[in-house]
C-alpha cells in the first residue's frame, strides 16, 4: 500500500497522519479511526512506521484515543509488532515506545495495562536492544508507569533485583555506550534514587563484586569505583543542578551520598595534582567530585511544598558534615594565590609551612566545591556558623577569598561562605575582627586576600569588605 493510497473512505495514511498533529485533527478522528486502524489483520511492512506514527499521535493527549486504545487490545497488538518475531528496526521500536508513553499518560489504568503487558521480559528485551533512539522513549514509558497513584508499587517491582533491576542496569549501559542521554532517564533515575530509596541498591549494583552494601543501613565498604557509578552520580547532579524544584530530596539519599563521599576520598590520590575538570575519566575522582556536587545542591535545596520541614541538609549536619567538610580543607595545600604569596612574607608565623603532607587538588575545582558546600551549610543556620568558629574555621574560611588558578570562581564561592557565616551572627563577626586587631600576625593575611574588616558606625558591628 503506498502512502496515498486509500486508508478509509476520502482519507489517505498521509493525510491521516498530517491531521493527526494538531488537537482539532486528533479529535476529528477520535470517532472509529484508532479502532478501524487496530483491527486491520495486520500493518503492511512497508507503511508499518507511518501506522505507528499515527497512532502515537492520535493517543497524544486525546482522551476517547487513549481509552479506545485500551479497550480494544492495543498493548497486545503493539506488543506483537514490538518484540516479534521477526526482530524490528529500532525506529519501529521507537515509535512504538512512544505510543505506549502516551498512552500511559492518560490515567492509573493505561498505566497499569501496559505495564502488565510488558514488564518485566517485554521491558527487558526492549531494553537490551541497546540504541539510544529506544532508550529514551522506554525511560518514557517506564517514568510515566512508576508515577502519580499506583506508581509506587510499579517502581518498587522495578527495583526488584531479580526481574526489574536488569532493565535499569541495561538502560544505563546503554547510555554511556552512545556517550549521551535525553531528559527522560533522567526524570526516571531521579525517581529511583533521589526521591525513592533505592539509590544504594541500584549504585552497588553497578559496582563491582567488592562492594559490600547492608541495605538497612549506609554502612557502605566501598574499595574501588566504576565508570558506571561515576556516570549514575552524574546524572543526578546534572537532575539536581538543573530542576530542584520537581524533585524531592529524602533524607536516605542524602545520607547515602555522604558515604559514597567519604569512601571516595579515601580511595582517591591526593598526592597528584588533577589537570582536568569532571569528568576526568577517573572513577573514584569523579564519583568525588560528583558527590560534593550533589551535597551542595542538597544544602541548598528546599521542600518546595513545605519549606518548613526539615531538609535533608539538617541529616547530613547531625552526621558531623561540617567538620569533615572543614577536615578536607584543612588538609589541602593553600590556595595558589596565597602560596606565592607566602614566598614574599618573612618571619611568616601564622601558617605553617607547607610540607609534602599537604594534600592537592585531585581535579580542577575540587577546592571549590568543597567551599560551595560549607557556603551552603552556613546559609542562615547560626548552630553550624557557631560551629565553624568553635572548630577554628573562620581563618581556614578567609584563605579561600582568592583566585586559584586550579579552581576557578574559587573567591566568589569563598565570598558567599564568608557573608553567609558572619550574616546574623555577632560572635562570629567580633571573631574577624579580633583577628584584624592581631598585627602584625593576621593584617597581612587579610589584606592579602582583597579584605578588611570595618566597624558600621550605625550598629556598631564588624563586618568584612572586599577591597580589590
Same mark, same amino acid.
Given at each position: 500500500?503506498?502512502?496515498?493510497?486509500m486508508v478509509f473512505p476520502g482519507e489517505t495514511l498521509e493525510s491521516l497522519?498530517?491531521?493527526?498533529?494538531?488537537?482539532?485533527?486528533?479529535?476529528?478522528?477520535?470517532?472509529?479511526?484508532?479502532?478501524?486502524?487496530?483491527?486491520?489483520?495486520?500493518?503492511?511492512?512497508?507503511?508499518?512506521?507511518?501506522?505507528?506514527?499515527?497512532?502515537?499521535?492520535?493517543?497524544?493527549?486525546?482522551?476517547?484515543?487513549?481509552?479506545?486504545?485500551?479497550?480494544?487490545?492495543?498493548?497486545?497488538?503493539?506488543?506483537?509488532?514490538?518484540?516479534?518475531?521477526?526482530?524490528?528496526?529500532?525506529?519501529?521500536?521507537?515509535?512504538?515506545?512512544?505510543?505506549?508513553?502516551?498512552?500511559?499518560?492518560?490515567?492509573?489504568?493505561?498505566?497499569?495495562?501496559?505495564?502488565?503487558?510488558?514488564?518485566?521480559?517485554?521491558?527487558?528485551?526492549?531494553?537490551?536492544?541497546?540504541?539510544?533512539?529506544?532508550?529514551?522513549?522506554?525511560?518514557?514509558?517506564?517514568?510515566?508507569?512508576?508515577?502519580?497513584?499506583?506508581?509506587?508499587?510499579?517502581?518498587?517491582?522495578?527495583?526488584?533485583?531479580?526481574?526489574?533491576?536488569?532493565?535499569?542496569?541495561?538502560?544505563?549501559?546503554?547510555?554511556?555506550?552512545?556517550?549521551?542521554?535525553?531528559?527522560?532517564?533522567?526524570?526516571?533515575?531521579?525517581?529511583?534514587?533521589?526521591?525513592?530509596?533505592?539509590?544504594?541498591?541500584?549504585?552497588?549494583?553497578?559496582?563491582?563484586?567488592?562492594?559490600?552494601?547492608?541495605?538497612?543501613?549506609?554502612?557502605?565498604?566501598?574499595?574501588?569505583?566504576?565508570?558506571?557509578?561515576?556516570?549514575?552520580?552524574?546524572?543526578?547532579?546534572?537532575?539536581? %543542578? @538543573?530542576? +530542584?524544584? $520537581?524533585?524531592?530530596? /529524602?533524607?536516605? =539519599?542524602?545520607?547515602?551520598? !555522604?558515604?559514597? #563521599?567519604?569512601?571516595?576520598?579515601?580511595?582517591?590520590?591526593?598526592?597528584?595534582?588533577?589537570?582536568?575538570?569532571?569528568?576526568?575519566?577517573?572513577?573514584?575522582?569523579?564519583?568525588?567530585?560528583?558527590?560534593?556536587?550533589?551535597?551542595?545542591?542538597?544544602?541548598?535545596?528546599?521542600?518546595?511544598?513545605?519549606?518548613? %520541614? @526539615?531538609? +535533608?541538609? $539538617?541529616?547530613?549536619? /547531625?552526621?558531623? =558534615?561540617?567538620?569533615?567538610? !572543614?577536615?578536607? #580543607?584543612?588538609?589541602?595545600?593553600?590556595?595558589?594565590?596565597?602560596?606565592?604569596?607566602?614566598?614574599?612574607?618573612?618571619?611568616?608565623?601564622?601558617?605553617?609551612?607547607?610540607?609534602?603532607?599537604?594534600?592537592?587538588?585531585?581535579?580542577?575545582?575540587?577546592?571549590?566545591?568543597?567551599?560551595?558546600?560549607?557556603?551552603?551549610?552556613?546559609?542562615?543556620?547560626?548552630?553550624?556558623?557557631?560551629?565553624?568558629?568553635?572548630?577554628?574555621?573562620?581563618?581556614? #574560611?578567609?584563605?579561600?577569598?582568592?583566585?586559584?588558578?586550579?579552581?576557578?570562581?574559587?573567591?566568589?564561592?569563598?565570598?558567599?561562605?564568608?557573608?553567609?557565616?558572619?550574616?546574623?551572627?555577632?560572635?562570629?563577626?567580633?571573631?574577624?575582627?579580633?583577628?584584624?586587631?592581631?598585627?602584625?600576625?593576621?593584617?597581612?593575611?587579610?589584606?592579602?586576600?582583597?579584605?578588611?574588616?570595618?566597624?558600621?558606625?550605625d550598629s556598631g558591628r564588624a563586618k568584612l569588605v572586599n577591597i580589590s
Amino acid at each position: 500500500m503506498a502512502d496515498d493510497e486509500m486508508v478509509f473512505p476520502g482519507e489517505t495514511l498521509e493525510s491521516l497522519l498530517e491531521a493527526s498533529k494538531t488537537p482539532e485533527g486528533r479529535w476529528r478522528l477520535a470517532s472509529g479511526t484508532l479502532d478501524a486502524i487496530l483491527r486491520l489483520p495486520s500493518f503492511p511492512p512497508h507503511t508499518l512506521l507511518q501506522y505507528l506514527r499515527l497512532l502515537r499521535n492520535l493517543c497524544a493527549g486525546e482522551g476517547a484515543n487513549q481509552d479506545s486504545f485500551i479497550e480494544s487490545g492495543g498493548p497486545d497488538r503493539i506488543a506483537a509488532v514490538l518484540l516479534g518475531p521477526p526482530p524490528a528496526p529500532p525506529e519501529i521500536l521507537r515509535a512504538g515506545l512512544q505510543l505506549l508513553g502516551n498512552v500511559a499518560l492518560a490515567g492509573e489504568a493505561h498505566r497499569s495495562a501496559v505495564w502488565a503487558r510488558f514488564f518485566w521480559s517485554g521491558f527487558l528485551e526492549l531494553a537490551r536492544v541497546r540504541e539510544p533512539g529506544v532508550c529514551d522513549p522506554l525511560c518514557m514509558v517506564l517514568d510515566t508507569c512508576c508515577s502519580s497513584d499506583g506508581g509506587r508499587p510499579r517502581l518498587e517491582e522495578l527495583c526488584g533485583v531479580e526481574r526489574g533491576l536488569p532493565i535499569l542496569l541495561e538502560i544505563i549501559l546503554v547510555s554511556i555506550t552512545a556517550g549521551h542521554h535525553e531528559e527522560w532517564l533522567e526524570w526516571l533515575l531521579s525517581k529511583v534514587c533521589i526521591e525513592e530509596p533505592y539509590f544504594s541498591l541500584l549504585f552497588s549494583k553497578l559496582g563491582r563484586s567488592n562492594v559490600s552494601c547492608n541495605s538497612s543501613d549506609v554502612g557502605y565498604q566501598y574499595n574501588i569505583f566504576t565508570h558506571e557509578q561515576a556516570f549514575l552520580l552524574g546524572v543526578l547532579s546534572k537532575c539536581l %543542578t @538543573e530542576r +530542584p524544584e $520537581d524533585i524531592a530530596v /529524602s533524607n536516605d =539519599f542524602a545520607l547515602n551520598i !555522604l558515604e559514597v #563521599l567519604k569512601a571516595a576520598s579515601t580511595i582517591v590520590d591526593f598526592t597528584s595534582r588533577g589537570s582536568s575538570a569532571l569528568p576526568t575519566g577517573s572513577p573514584a575522582i569523579d564519583v568525588l567530585g560528583y558527590s560534593l556536587a550533589i551535597l551542595r545542591d542538597i544544602c541548598a535545596w528546599e521542600n518546595p511544598i513545605s519549606p518548613a %520541614t @526539615e531538609a +535533608p541538609i $539538617d541529616s547530613l549536619l /547531625s552526621a558531623c =558534615f561540617l567538620e569533615l567538610l !572543614l577536615s578536607y #580543607l584543612r588538609q589541602l595545600e593553600l590556595p595558589s594565590t596565597v602560596r606565592k604569596s607566602m614566598v614574599h612574607v618573612k618571619d611568616q608565623i601564622i601558617q605553617p609551612s607547607i610540607t609534602d603532607s599537604s594534600k592537592v587538588c585531585p581535579y580542577k575545582g575540587y577546592r571549590r566545591d568543597v567551599v560551595s558546600v560549607i557556603g551552603n551549610c552556613l546559609h542562615r543556620r547560626k548552630q553550624f556558623q557557631d560551629e565553624t568558629r568553635l572548630l577554628n574555621g573562620i581563618p581556614l #574560611l578567609l584563605q579561600q577569598c582568592v583566585v586559584d588558578e586550579d579552581n576557578p570562581f574559587l573567591r566568589e564561592w569563598g565570598l558567599l561562605a564568608v557573608r553567609n557565616l558572619l550574616e546574623g551572627n555577632e560572635e562570629n563577626q567580633c571573631a574577624v575582627a579580633q583577628l584584624e586587631l592581631q598585627e602584625p600576625v593576621i593584617t597581612p593575611e587579610i589584606a592579602g586576600l582583597g579584605l578588611k574588616v570595618e566597624v558600621d558606625k550605625d550598629s556598631g558591628r564588624a563586618k568584612l569588605v572586599n577591597i580589590s
